[in-house]
């Protein structure tokens, strides 16, 4: 059998292999992957219940895990490239993201996994970014890194490439939409090689995934999560810079942005964050005085599983029975719709204990019912003619 694991392994083989099939099921997002390890102990026991589970989310069709051989074959394919499978139970797993409740359970990585837990700052901007733009994104990198930060970035056009760029030689993450081997926009491929070569290439999608647009905000929570805090550098307002900075305030990081002209529509996003308080952003100083008082209390010293337990304990402990979640599940989906809303909203709105909310959250999530966004958010999932 192939050895899938690193000498700080905590899971068996064949427990790895389950967690990889049960994070790459249909419908299993990482807040109800948690929710499942903690409810049943292990990602195998859990593969086993998710068919019922989703029955009585209101799926007519039974939901299959993923293919035991498919993810063995992801697995070989993986250590190919010279890659590896991260969980969020391995001791090299990143300790700034493992803080967050919808932490990726399984990374892929093909690269240094001890930049993981080197203190790290994200630089994310426009990608039809200016001349100027790429010069400061590439310039501040430079400094941040012989500074001792490893520079986080998502490997797109702009200022993300010029961000990896400046931080080649002193260390730098790119975290991807898609799997960890596809190369997008494919003009990165050299830049995407040196990076494998001395830095790391993230990825939460499985291996040969194209990126496809709900992908990106999910790399965007990644990017902020390993960072202690993200600098906009040239943003419009309504862009992915903008929500990656959204993100990093909800995940407690520090939200940096670089002015300018009030004339160029790529400033309005900095010029907006700089007036809701984010740190105006004029050199590396800026940051690192700011750092300073970065104390990483926020981040778990246990795995986010561990932190469902409470939510399950509460659930059995209050006697919640599969027709009594079944009424909180048809309550909760009253209160959705198309557009998004947080869980706490939804808890108020229905005065219902949180842990019946949780339960029934998770059983529509695997009926495919809904959608879970990040940030604590869900949305009503558009109706699938292979579920019901």
């Known amino acids: 059998m192939l050895a899938f694991h690193s000498k700080d392994q905590i899971l068996s083989d064949a427990e790895r292999l389950a967690w990889l099939r049960l994070v790459r099921t249909e419908n299993v997002g990482p807040i109800t992957f948690y929710q499942l390890i903690a409810r049943f102990g292990t990602a195998t026991k859990a593969l086993e219940a998710l068919p019922e589970l989703s029955r009585r989310g209101g799926r007519a069709k ?25 969980v969020a139970a391995d001791e090299d797993y990143p300790l700034a993201l493992g803080a967050l409740d919808d932490a990726p359970p399984v990374l892929s990585v093909i690269g240094d996994t001890r930049l993981f837990n080197r203190s790290s700052v994200a630089i ?15 310039s501040l ?28 030689h002193t260390g730098t993450i790119a975290v991807v939409a898609g799997g960890v081997d596809v190369i997008y926009p494919e003009e990165n491929a050299a830049l995407y090689a040196k990076i494998c070569e001395d830095g790391a290439v993230v990825a939460e999608s499985a291996l040969g995934q194209k990126p496809f647009a709900a992908a990106f905000p999910r790399r965007n929570r990644i990017v902020s999560g390993l960072s202690k805090g993200v600098v906009v550098v040239e943003a419009t307002q309504r862009s992915g810079s903008m929500i990656t900075a959204r993100l990093a305030g909800e995940q407690g990081r520090d939200v940096f942005a670089v002015p300018g002209s009030p004339l160029d529509p790529r400033a309005a996003g900095p010029n907006h964050l700089i007036r809701e308080g984010a740190t105006l952003v004029r050199g590396a100083d800026d940051i690192l005085e700011a750092l300073m008082n970065f104390s990483g209390t926020g981040y778990r010293t ?22 009594t979640l079944a009424d909180v599940g048809e309550m909760v989906l009253g209160q959705l719709s198309y557009a998004p809303v947080g869980v706490d909203e939804i808890i108020r709105a229905l005065g219902m204990p949180t842990a019946s909310i949780l339960g029934a959250l998770l059983e529509l999530e695997l009926a495919g019912r809904i959608k879970r966004l990040p940030g604590g958010r869900v949305v009503l999932e558009s109706t699938s003619p292979d579920a019901f």
């Open 141 to 168: 990198a430079r400094d941040l890194g012989g500074r001792g930060q490893v520079v986080v970035s998502g490997l797109a056009r702009g200022i993300d490439t010029a961000a990896h760029e400046g931080a080649l």
């Open 302 to 323: 246990d795995t986010p599983a561990q932190g469902y337990l409470a939510f399950e304990d509460s659930v059995v402990g209050a006697g919640f029975s599969e027709e």
């Open 124 to 138: 994310v901007g426009a990608r039809n970014a200016s001349i100027n733009g790429r010069k400061f994104a590439s």
């Open 62 to 86: 039974p939901l299959r895990a993923a293919a035991e051989g498919d993810v063995y074959k992801e697995y070989e394919r993986l250590a190919k490239l010279g890659g590896k499978i991260v």
